[in-house]
């Protein structure tokens, strides 16, 4: 079993920056893939980017050049967010996931970006 607790969200100014944490208990390992998803009200869940157990990353097309996801170790991965816009509004969540269908979800941190 894993849990997930994600830390780091906060009312932000449009240009502003944050950094997420997402920081892992029970039997995490290397072979996990994080993300980070977000939801807007009113939206669907959307992937925000990932990264591979041998660090390769991804990112959805409206954060590249502005987000980056990074691990620190096995147990915390974080999600530098900087050029904040208002329509990265939403609740921010951490998944780790690895073959076999296990894939677990924290509860997720509320980013605000408002003037």
């Keep these: 079993q894993v ?16 950094r997420l944490s997402c920081v892992a ?9 994080m993300a ?7 939206k669907q869940r959307e992937l925000v980017a990932l990264i591979t157990p041998g660090g390769s990353t991804n990112y959805a097309d409206f954060v590249k050049g502005r987000f980056t996801i990074s691990r620190y170790n096995t147990k915390t991965t974080y999600l530098q967010m900087n050029s904040l816009k208002p329509e990265d509004t939403a609740v921010y969540y951490c998944k780790a996931s690895r073959s076999g269908g296990f ?3 924290g509860q997720g941190t509320q980013v605000t970006v408002s003037s």
């Design 3 to 18: 849990q997930l607790v994600e830390s780091g969200g906060d009312l932000v100014q449009p240009g502003g920056s944050l």
């Design 25 to 33: 208990s029970g039997n995490i390992y290397s072979i996990y893939t």
């Design 36 to 42: 980070w998803y977000r939801q807007a009200p009113g």
């Design 103 to 105: 894939e677990y979800w």
